[in-house]
């Protein structure tokens, strides 16, 4: 067993491939060692802005070692009338390395064969190894590759060097215009040259002493560290996401944290807006004190630990005071104006050409809003605040603002609100209506802004169906699954008891003067792609494929959907569940055949099993409702990709409906149901239609294997 160091040392990298490239490069080698046969113990990645490398610990000195065994021609044309090889069987052998004398007959479903037993693997590690590390620079994944100078294989950024050490030897790897080498190279500032490696094992030690941290997880917690203790020492605290904090480590090999400040005039600013500029401009960190208002100084996380730290700060301060400086004239200059005033400006910037401008959207969505209201029951507070505030919806996307920095949609909506004195539940509904931004991101806090944001999404989705603009395999250049995941996430965390299709459709009544014709069809078509979204939000939560099915076939609200699906994967774990959904299938069948609004009469019956039957129909029902109840009051409301660790649990319930399997039986059993009297083959239909009916409203439990 051997030790291998692999390192792939390039300029620097994008902060957002460091991890996705460490990553990728780990999966990928397992692929590569385990299809050359070359056993390994674990495999360490190691990433920073200006290398991905391997440690592959207890790696097989050679590949396996397998006895494969290969069929040739058939024994008549293998053997002459004597018995000898014949000229065929000679050439098989050969071509196997193997003695003619060897082959073996075998007698297969096919017919009688020649079988050559020939021995395979062995290879040792330090001949696979050059075209198997190789491979692994040509056929790195990454979104967008480039190349430079002559050399012929694309890489992320150039390769500056390569690493391969097995153990003490260099093993001789040429790919990227490079040849390996055993030892790797330190920081670029504070290590640039050569840093000699006693062994593979010493990799991540002999970097640290190079100024070079290649645990991402230690470069994480170091940096973590230093920006605490510089904010702690100024009485303050970081205020920074894990995303930043992710960004930040991708960027830096040796992180240095360096306090700085700003004007305090700036705090005049709304936090998102220092925040945003901060962060997102300069992937500064702010501080904010004991009472969580953002203070006036920030942490700068340096990849170089610089001879002057006062040069550094200073510079660090020069460039946000600049940046600031823009963001408070935005500020100012924006106030100058009402956000009515800004919405016109949304007139002269497009949404798209054929359905027009954004404010032409904003005017549909106000059509489609109302619709939704009437068919959610809006109480009057929430229609005043949406009347208010959605001709005002995206108006800030005509600011000077949100034209400088676009992540503050909405959130400088919600600022100029404020300023304006809208009142906090109109500028929380401007917010609120342009969320969720991301598939995963924060859902409207009020009903206003969840009705507006629903509307919104059920519009885009409608235009681009009408328009065949519906997303193809990977390709989705419109955003449209996030806007239908957006749409059913809204829908299931505000408990809208509404059919997903009536949602969908109150939209729709925007479009009747055009400018495209959405019809039943197109609504259909939306409808049944939001679906989709449930079912793998569900499936992602641990819903299996058949009980969404089951859960949302006859087009449900979401919530029910999802308080269904859930339930119906809980009572999957009873066996007496199990049990009734067998015989109900059966029911089920027959029912089909059942007349639309006839009741069982029960005068009619003829048979005990029958009234049984029906006697036992109402405390099923009575189950069934009690099911639901405990769905609805464990799941009052549901946050998809909420996970299933709060599902709800069936309680009592299960035992009333459970029940309903014993009757069943004796019915299907014992009576004929398809009895040539027309008027008694009807009555026993209705009855198994009610069966069916009952426990319809957990779903369509048919769907259900077994």
């Known amino acids: 067993m051997a030790t291998l160091l692999f390192e792939i040392g390039t300029e620097e990298l994008p902060a957002w491939y460091v991890t996705q490239g460490r990553a990728a490069l780990a999966e990928l080698a397992a692929e590569r060692f385990a299809a050359a046969r070359l056993d390994v113990g674990s495999i360490d990645a190691y990433a920073t802005p200006r290398r991905l490398a391997l440690l592959v610990h207890d790696l097989a000195d050679a590949s396996e070692r397998r006895i ?36 073996q007959v075998e007698e297969t479903d096919r017919g009688t064969y020649v079988f050559a037993e020939v021995a395979t693997g062995g290879t040792p590690a330090q001949e696979v190894l050059p075209e198997l590390l190789a491979g692994l620079v040509r056929d790195l994944p990454a979104p967008r590759k480039m190349r430079w100078g002559e050399v012929e294989t694309p890489f992320v950024r ?51 002493g190079a100024y070079v941290l290649a645990d991402p997880a230690e470069r994480r917690d170091r940096t973590r560290d230093l920006v605490a203790a510089a904010a702690e020492a100024e009485g303050l605290h970081p205020a920074w996401t894990e995303a930043l904090l992710d960004e930040v480590v991708d960027l830096v090999e040796w992180p240095v944290a360096i306090l700085g400040r700003f004007d305090a005039r700036y705090l005049a600013l709304p ?63 924006d106030r100058a104006n009402t956000l009515a005033h800004h919405a016109w400006g949304l007139s002269g910037i497009a949404f798209q050409r054929d359905l027009g401008t954004i404010a032409d959207k904003v005017a549909r969505v106000g059509v489609g809003v109302g619709r939704l209201m009437e068919r959610v029951g809006a109480p009057d507070d929430v229609r005043r605040t949406v009347e208010a505030a959605g001709p005002l919806l995206r108006a800030d996307a005509a600011t000077e603002m949100v034209g400088e920095l676009p992540e503050l949609e909405g959130e400088m909506g919600r600022a100029y609100a404020r300023e304006e004195g809208l009142g906090d539940a109109v500028a929380q509904a401007l917010l ?3 969320r969720p931004t991301t598939p995963g991101g924060t859902l409207p806090e009020g009903e206003a802004g969840a009705l507006l944001a629903a509307a919104d999404r059920a519009d885009t989705l409608l235009g ?9 395999g990977s390709a989705d250049p419109f955003a449209l699954r996030r806007a239908a ?19 969908v459709a ?91 609004g006839v009741a069982a009469d029960p005068a009619r019956f003829e048979t005990p099993e029958a009234e049984r039957l029906y006697a036992a129909l109402a405390p099923a029902r009575d189950g069934v409702a009690a099911l639901l109840a405990e769905a609805r009051a464990q799941m009052p409301a549901w946050s998809l990709g909420a996970g299933p660790e709060r599902a709800p649990t069936p309680g009592a319930g299960v035992e009333a409906v459970t029940a309903l399997k014993a009757p069943l039986d004796a019915f299907l059993d014992g009576v004929l149901v398809m009895v040539d009297d027309p008027a008694l083959r009807a009555n026993r239909l209705a009855l198994l239609r009610e069966v069916r009916d009952v426990l319809r409203a957990l779903g369509a439990i048919e769907e259900l294997g077994g």
């Open 68 to 103: 494969e065994r290969r069929r040739g021609p058939a024994a008549a044309v293998a053997f002459d009338d004597d018995g000898a090889p014949s000229a065929a069987a000679v050439g098989f052998a050969r071509g196997q390395g193997v003695a003619p004398e060897a082959l």
């Open 158 to 208: 150039p390769v500056a060097w390569l690493t391969a050490r097995l153990d003490d030897a260099v093993v001789p790897v040429e790919v990227a215009g490079r040849r390996a080498e055993g030892g790797t190279y330190g920081h670029r500032v504070h290590a640039p040259g050569p840093v000699a490696l006693e062994a593979p094992e010493a990799y991540v030690e002999a970097l640290r």
């Open 271 to 333: 936090d998102v807006v220092l925040e945003a500029v901060m962060i997102h401009h300069q992937r500064f960190v702010p501080l904010a004190g004991t009472d969580g208002a953002l203070a006036d100084a920030f942490v700068g996380v340096s990849n170089t630990d610089p001879v002057d730290v006062d040069v550094v700060r200073r510079g660090y301060e020069a460039v946000l005071d600049g940046r600031l400086y823009d963001a408070r004239f935005f500020w100012d200059a």
């Open 432 to 434: 609120d209506g342009v």
């Open 464 to 472: 681009f169906f009408a328009l065949g603009k519906r997303p193809s």
């Open 485 to 503: 995941g957006a749409l059913a996430r809204i829908a299931a965390a505000r408990a809208w008891e509404v059919p997903l299709r009536d949602l």
């Open 506 to 596: 109150a939209a729709a009544a925007a479009y009747a003067d055009g400018p495209v014709e959405v019809g039943d069809e197109v609504v259909d078509a939306v409808t049944a792609f939001v679906w989709e979204r449930v079912a793998q939000l569900l499936a992602a939560e641990g819903a299996d494929v058949l009980a969404v099915r089951a859960a949302t076939a006859d087009g449900p609200p979401v919530i029910d959907a999802a308080r269904r699906a859930h339930l119906l994967v809980a009572l999957e774990g009873s066996e007496a569940f199990a049990a009734l959904r067998a015989t109900y299938k059966r029911a089920a069948n027959l029912a089909e055949g059942a007349a639309e």
